[in-house]
């Protein structure tokens, strides 16, 4: 992947602020009763009045402008119209492109404050690995120093990790290189520079880590029935660390 430009950066500055705004509208308004369906329509709403477009809707086909995965739902899930209950893990995973540069992003929450201690150790454990991943990403950092760091602490969770699902560069395309895995081995794999733009997306389970596509052929479930979540940000890599483009 080559550097992004100072305008390029600019454009994913202001694409990730729009997403991130919109991801923090859909934490607030997350209540049983409202449906992926609401939430989408919501989503679209709130991207419109900010000026963006939606990544997602038509990339590869895809029929809406988010996924919305629910429990044993793992990513990619079309919103449907079955409302959220009480104690249900939510992911949403967003992308918005604005001026041509896309930012893709994602939060977990749990629907209500009904957290079973598993809930809470799937999403506070997931998130905790993002975080840590953002602490050793920086210019000369290779791909497997984040990606083991993301495993240890997936594993000090006792977290299932989702193989065939990585993080990967975002910026002209919402998928570019390079593929950024949720285990690995430190010292491995392709060196991060100055100027890339990243996405970092711990995905994981309660269970196992296989998974299968239902037949709308999108929605990716666990194998096990376990429940999943995931946490992601885009990040500007710097020669001292990152700058995360999709928060507040």
Known sequence: MTPK???EIAAMRESGRMLATVLTILRKKTTEGLSPQDMSAIAKQELKKLGGEPAFLGFHGYPDIICIS???QVQHSIPNSIPFKEGDVVNYDFGVKYKG???DAGITVCVGDKFT???KR???GTERALQDALTV???GVRIGDVSATIERTLRKYKLGIVRELVGHGVGHELHEDPEIPNYGHAGRGPVLKAGMTIAIEPITTLGGYDIYQARDGWTLLTQDGS?????????LVTPTGCEVL???
């Open 5 to 7: 430009t100072e305008s």
């Open 70 to 72: 629910v429990n044993n």
């Open 101 to 103: 540069m896309v930012t």
């Open 117 to 119: 201690p598993d809930t």
């Open 122 to 124: 799937l999403i506070t």
């Open 137 to 139: 990403v920086r210019a």
């Open 227 to 235: 429940w999943s979540a995931q946490f992601e940000h885009t990040i």
């Open 246 to 248: 999709t928060q507040l």
